[in-house]
């Protein structure tokens, strides 16, 4: 049953976390200077008249005293209710719902492309001699420092415009999908090679691979049997860090290459100010964060026990 | 260090800090002058990196826009520094409730990507120079405040210190002999990796156009600009962006070649 009462605690945990999530945002969205009923009548600029302020007001219940508001706010929140989006005034699920799948592909699918150049940047790197090693050194900083936008310009600007052979805006093909998912894999892949270097090397010279190799094995037997299931442990330990990197990411991809999504939707809710639709999408992100970590806290208890006792092993 | 990294890191550095303080002694000329006869020119000798759209010299706005990054990023990371630093000091030495309360916050806020967190800070204070600078800076602050702390508190726990306690000497006496030196350099290494973060974040910022708005040269907002015209004036776009990532990229091995030789 301990495995009952890990998760309970966690769960728990995720619970109080969201609910400060949340708080914290009602808090600040109160603290914005001007009338709110304006906000959602598209600012000051708009001119609404005061019948459709004081509907405004009705509608999301801005008459009512502030606690009565928060009240109502996390028992909509707890039903699943995010609220109704000013700017499209469509529930904000909704919109979510319907953004959702193309985030998510673009995400997993950056994430095993991620996975695969991080493992061969690393096993190459760890291979290679000193000058080798300090290329490998430089070419993991530079991916990691380049910035999505940029990545995506020059992906374009090679793929699309010199060589022709991929379209430059999201066409909902699987050629529409290759340029966006390495714009947000290669920085990502630099990320994870750096970590899983170090412990390559480290795990490629220890006792157990040189005991392998008394016994016999070969390189590449030691390579995949001990070195990596070292190499990959760090790694891993980033995969929540990197699930919820991506889905900030792809605000940037999905604008780059005009793709719909989450993080696109984000982007028009921050420049049009709808709060309940900025609300939704930080909440959900937060909300897949504590989700990712979970499982990688599970998997990880899996691979070594002892961690997961707190033994810190 | 060896002795070529040394040279090469020195270049590195007196060429952003020229840049930055003196642009006119490596490209003089106003970054906003306007040519409309000599627009959309590619790279040639008269114009490296070519002309935008208004026939502006792109090389002299990269050189002149070091400034403007630089500022920026270095006053985000000053801000989200400032604020780590205190959280640290205040959870490695305060008493305890106070340092789970602040860790329970800090976990609260790592749930939300930088990113993510700048765009929603934005959401509240509308777009610009000086929200942008106040999004990056509150954005970085609560991975910055971790790493300050877990160094504090390794640095309480250690030998040295319970060395200096045994030996008598005061509190002052160990914050000032021993506190201090050791975390100077790392701190020196956080803020050199953080301020190339600190540049790509703000020139996203304003490459999604919610950052420092154009014509101002600075990297982010000419990307922006540059978006445009991608498909046949290639240079509006690819030159900044080598300028955002020679400095975050340069930045970083900087500051990681600095806490290597120290540790």
Known sequence: MRVVSWLARRVGAAAILLWIVATVIFIAIRMIPGDPAEAIMGGPGSQASAEALEAAREQYHLNEPLLVQYALYLGQLITGDLGTSYAQQRPVAQIMAEMLPATL??????????WLIAFLMAAVAARSNRIGQAMGTVIEVVAAAVPHFWLGAMLIIIFSTWLGWLPSVDTGTVQGIILPALTLAIPLSGFLAQLMRDSLVTAMSSPFALAARARGASEGQVFFRHGFRHAALPALNL??????????????????FARPGLGRSLLGAVLSRDMPMV?????????IYMVVMLIVEAIEAIINPAAARGDDA | MSRTAKILATLFVGLVVTAALFPSLLAPGDPLAVKPS??????????PFGTDESGRNVYTRVVHGTADSLTIGLAATALGMGIAILLGVITAFGPRWIDSVILRLLEVLYAIP???????IIAFTGPG???????????TAPGYSRLIRTHLRTLVNSEMF????????????KVRNHLIPNTLSTLLA?????????????????????????????????????????????????????AIVTIAAGATLLGRTATRSRT
């Open chain 2, 190 to 242: 956080l803020i050199t990796l953080g301020i190339g973060q600190a540049v790509i974040w703000a020139s996203a910022l304003s490459f999604l156009g919610l950052g420092t708005p154009p014509p101002a040269p600075e990297w982010g907002a000419m990307l922006a600009n540059g978006r445009t015209y991608l498909h046949f004036a290639w240079w509006l776009t690819v030159f900044p962006g080598a």
């Open chain 2, 38 to 47: 000599e627009a959309f020119q590619a790279p040639s000798l008269q114009y």
């Open chain 1, 279 to 287: 609300t939704g999408i930080a909440l959900f992100s937060a909300l």
């Open chain 2, 114 to 120: 930088a990113l993510l967190m700048a765009l929603l």
């Open chain 1, 239 to 256: 995969t929540g860090w990197a699930v919820a990197t991506s889905i900030s990411g792809a605000v940037v991809v999905e604008e780059v």
């Open chain 1, 105 to 114: 592909q673009l995400t997993l699918i950056s994430l095993v492309i991620a």
């Open chain 2, 129 to 139: 120079t000086t929200p942008a600078i106040i999004a990056v800076g509150l954005s």
């Open chain 2, 162 to 173: 319970d060395a200096a306690t045994v030996l008598g000497h005061s509190r002052w006496h």
